[in-house]
């Protein structure tokens, strides 16, 4: 029972909000824990025991730091400074070696899940040349849903909870409804502690304003995936899964599809995983913010996943780029090196792991890596080529918020982003590049309107479709951008108005949604991840 | 005070920095802006800046900066 | 208080917009059935026949179109019969395809085949079916929603169907012999299957129709087990069953010519000795009419002239 199912949103959401609603306030908290659990195990089934013993491990290391925590100021109570700065390190270093245990245990279940076949497979190829044998055997391994969403999530709490950003939960049924919560779970976003925990905790009355708030939310969601996302699956499919077969425009196409199928897909599940947490009143932090406006690589990546990006920036990036390592650098590099290299080798040395880490996360694939190097690369080379950038826009008298320029900007930006996402789909590295080099070949802009694009699956009638819903989003991306939401404005509208808007939105959903006859349900692509 | 002011108009110059409370949530100031800041802050206040303090409420105003590095020279 | 006058208003604007543009795009359905694709058409094509013009009702997965040909029984016997067969189909789609056929029909015999009765894709997989067959049901918006396109796109007439038939004359055969060794094991139905079979039972009574389970030959689908497991049901719920599967060489099927795909599907030839077999059992143990010189049915009779020439051209 995925988030787009008609079962989800038509009759598991309604129950839990019942069930929901008549629990006594204080212990709502607890119905929805429950309905998280049942939800895991309805998708999962026995795996959940994956979900519970990340849980157990979460909380109590958690539990551990908080006492060290406590022990630490204890013991600096009659302390002068001199023995304070010695308490301190000495706790630290503790609190730092409990932590890591945390850590390394949680993504030891993660890179094993994940990970173990993949080396398996590079393992053996590397034994192939030494002829050695290797004693390990691939195995099917099955996933516990959302995992790598949650393991993330899971890491985070832990070290807000070093740093002392936050108190160690003390309920260990609280840390898992933190981590379980339902309509986050298979896609994120991915949480902090801080932002989401009170809210889940406080069991609001359901009210009138976030229901209706929640599934207008829900039902454009179920338009972007429904009627744009699974319709685009169909060429994307045809054109990915038998790329020998095709050459030129169609390969761009199928990125460009294949970019708009997955920003549809993820972001409408987005829309309706922000939409179900707002029934309960709970507000989850967005994921998107309208990607496709980016001017830069870097920017795309703070409007694109944004919770991933954030989780990166915050557990990897800042700790990495404070570490003693970094450091010693840039005192070595001011004086030996000058600012300029100094910085470009600070942020290679802060990105890299961010980068590898994205990569990885996707999954277990080279592709995957090279898609994490790509934007490392790309990244880098904007920081690296900024300064010079800077002087030839003053000297050549460009303004960086020129209409023009910017319209430049966004399509190198675009170019960037489909180039991506083509190895980001390909079926591994050497279909990858397999792909882009026969995007070269023969490229005919014939190819548009001689029909090749209606050989894809996809009939003239599905592509004026495609094309209306990707205007309908960007239409309201718009509105978004300049700070409002067509939600808000609508509610500003006479009832008649903002009624009509509604039916429109449902039987778009239900007459041009692509389900049934002639289409295959399209699982949720991230769910895999 | 006019170090830090000093600093952040040798990172980017075109901000008025004395008014400015959004750097870090108006998105003024990238992550990398954030790494150069903390490297000249602990060159010049003689500090030593960790993760847990990089955080918005830190960094979104010099006055915030200051209090920031007030506090960690106190430690 | 206000809040749930308007939310009361709201859904029944729904309600009745969705009410009519179901009844609109159903009525659209029926005069297109021809050009429906995919799993919908029976629901539309069944609707489109003649009212009360069909004796015999076939329901089932793929192997029941590919086993059960009605201008057969009409030639050999006059039988009026339609074959409301979908690739795969769930028993919860059995059920209203039944229901559908019920509105406009009133058949004196309804044949299934069972090999949908141990179809199981799980709890969650059920319940999600039956929500959605009865949603699809009740609003028929939801079944034929793609209709749209036929507009923009235009008709095109899928492959040619004969009261639910077409014709297959392609040859795979199956050859890995006995498939239906005996044994006292029985397979598991899944509860979705015998909670839908009362329910079809019950519509089969109302309607005045006999309830007929046939398995049809099947080498990939079938064994002893089931076997085993629907006479067990029908001798239970006190129902006629027949399993060809055991009546091999008294249809005279050879798998070396009769079968379509390595003994998953009869192709044309297993379905005319299938269908002869049925149509001789049909007439000896149903009470049911002879239509063939009954004015009323001289389109079949057109329709039988075409499916004799087609079969001639397939096998030839």
């Given at each position: 029972m995925a988030y787009h199912a008609a079962l989800y949103v038509f009759v598991f959401l309604p129950a839990c909000l019942v069930v929901y609603q008549a629990a006594p306030q204080k212990h709502r908290w607890k119905v929805l824990l429950g309905i998280s659990w049942l939800f895991f195990y309805l998708i999962s089934g026995k795996l959940i025991v994956y979900l519970i013993g990340t849980t157990l491990l979460t909380h109590y290391t958690g539990i551990w730091l908080a006492l060290l925590k406590e022990k630490e100021s204890r013991a600096k109570e009659h302390a002068d400074r001199a023995e304070k700065r010695e308490i301190k390190k000495k706790y630290q270093k503790q609190s730092r070696e409990v932590l890591a245990i945390g850590v390394v245990l949680l993504l030891a279940v993660l890179v094993y899940l994940k990970y173990y076949n993949f080396f398996i497979e590079n393992a053996s190829i590397i034994l192939d040349w030494t002829a050695l044998p290797l004693p390990l055997e691939a195995k099917q391994m099955v996933l516990p849903i959302g995992i790598s969403f949650y393991t993330l999530q899971a890491i985070g709490y832990m070290a807000d909870v070093y740093w002392g950003k936050i108190r160690a939960e003390e309920n260990i049924f609280r840390t898992a409804l933190f981590l379980?919560?339902?309509?986050?779970?298979?896609?994120?976003?991915?949480?902090?502690y801080a932002d989401t925990a009170g809210q889940l905790f406080e069991g609001k009355s359901l009210a009138y304003e976030n229901i209706s708030d929640g599934y207008v939310r829900i039902f454009w969601g179920l338009f972007k995936k429904k009627v744009v996302a699974d319709r685009l699956s169909v060429p994307v499919c045809a054109v990915f899964e038998h790329y020998g077969d095709y050459h030129g425009a169609v390969i761009a196409v199928a990125a460009v599809a294949y970019t708009i199928q997955l920003y549809m897909e993820f972001s409408g599940c987005m829309d309706i995983v922000l939409g179900s947490g707002k029934l309960f009143g709970i507000c989850l932090p967005e994921?998107?913010?309208?990607?496709?406006?980016?001017?830069?690589a870097a920017e795309f990546w703070r409007r694109w996943h944004i919770s991933l990006g954030t989780w990166f920036k915050t557990y990897i990036f800042y700790p990495v780029s404070m570490s003693g390592i970094v450091k010693r650098w840039n005192q070595f590099g001011k004086k030996h090196a000058g600012k300029y290299v100094t910085q470009l080798g600070v942020s290679a040395m802060a990105l890299f792991p961010v980068w590898l880490c994205n990569g990885l996360w996707h999954g277990a694939r080279w592709s995957y890596i090279f898609y994490g190097m790509y934007y490392f690369a790309l990244i880098l080379m904007g920081i690296a080529v900024k300064p010079g950038r800077d002087r030839i826009l003053k000297v050549c008298h460009?303004?960086?918020?020129?209409v023009y320029w910017r319209i430049i900007q966004t399509g190198k930006t675009w170019v960037i982003i489909f180039t991506g996402e083509l190895f980001f789909r390909a079926n591994g590295l050497k279909a990858g590049l397999s792909m882009f080099g026969s995007m070269f070949d023969?490229?005919?802009?014939g190819q548009f309107w001689d029909g090749t694009m209606l050989?894809?699956?996809?009939s003239r009638a599905d592509l004026v479709i495609v094309a209306a819903g990707c205007i309908a989003v960007a239409v309201v991306g718009h509105f978004r951008e300049q700070g409002g939401t067509v939600n808000g404005r609508l509610g500003k509208a006479p009832t008649p108005v903002r009624w009509f808007a509604y039916y429109a939105l449902i039987f778009a959903v239900l007459i041009f949604?692509?389900?049934?006859?002639?289409y295959q349900a399209v699982d949720l692509i991230y769910a895999g991840f | 005070m006019d170090k830090i002011l000093e600093i952040l108009r040798e990172i980017?110059?075109?901000?008025?920095y004395e008014k400015e409370t959004e750097l870090i949530d108006g998105h003024i100031l990238d992550s990398f802006g954030v790494i150069t800041l903390v490297s000249e802050l602990e060159d010049e206040f003689d500090i030593s800046i960790d993760?847990?303090?990089?955080?918005p409420a830190n960094f979104n105003s010099a006055a915030a900066i200051w209090e920031m590095v007030k506090r960690l020279q106190e430690n | 208080m206000k809040i749930v006058k308007r939310l009361i208003l709201f859904f029944l604007i729904l309600a009745i917009l969705l009410a009519g543009c179901s009844a609109w795009i159903h009525a659209e359905a029926v005069k297109l059935a021809d050009f429906i694709p995919g799993r919908s058409r029976p629901f539309a094509s069944i609707a489109a026949e003649?009212?009360?013009?069909?004796d015999v009702i076939v329901l089932g997965d793929s192997e029941s179109y590919t086993s059960v040909s009605p201008m057969q029984l009409w030639k050999e016997q006059g039988l009026s019969s339609y074959v409301c067969g979908q690739p795969g189909q769930k028993i919860q789609e059995t059920y209203f395809m039944l229901k559908t056929a019920l509105q406009s029909q009133s058949p004196k015999v309804v044949l299934?085949?069972?090999?949908?009765?141990?179809?199981?894709?799980g709890p969650v997989k059920n319940i999600q079916s039956s929500f959605a067959e009865t949603a699809r049901y009740h609003f028929p918006l939801l079944r034929?929603?793609?209709?749209?396109?036929l507009m923009f796109d235009g008709k095109k007439p899928g492959e040619a169907v004969y009261k639910g038939f077409s014709i297959r004359s392609s040859v795979d055969p199956f050859d890995s012999?006995?498939?239906?060794k005996e044994t006292e094991e029985v397979q598991e139905m899944p509860q979705a299957v015998t909670f839908y079979m009362e329910e079809i039972m019950e519509l089969c009574r109302r309607s005045g129709a006999e309830l007929f389970l046939v398995s049809a030959p099947s080498p990939k689908n079938y064994s002893y087990r089931k076997h085993n497991a629907i006479e067990n049901y029908a001798k239970e719920k006190g129902l006629t069953y027949v399993d060809l599967n055991l009546k091999i060489k008294e249809l005279g099927i050879t798998w070396q010519k009769d079968s379509y795909d390595k003994g998953d599907h009869l192709n044309l030839y297993g379905a005319q000795k299938v269908t002869r077999w049925l149509g001789t059992y049909l007439k000896q143990n149903y009470e049911l009419t002879?239509?063939?010189?009954?004015?009323?049915y001289e389109d079949w009779n057109e329709l039988s002239k075409k499916y004799e020439e087609a079969v001639k051209k397939a096998s030839a």
């Open positions: 379980s919560f339902f309509p986050q779970i298979m896609e994120g976003p991915i949480c902090r994921n998107f913010r309208q990607p496709f406006c980016a001017k830069s460009i303004r960086e918020d020129a023969g490229f005919d802009v050989n894809l699956g996809l949604g692509a389900y049934g006859d002639g | 980017d110059d075109s901000v008025d993760a847990v303090e990089m955080v | 003649r009212k009360d013009g069909i299934m085949e069972t090999n949908l009765m141990f179809r199981d894709p034929f929603h793609n209709l749209w396109k012999g006995d498939y239906m002879d239509h063939r010189n009954d004015p009323a």
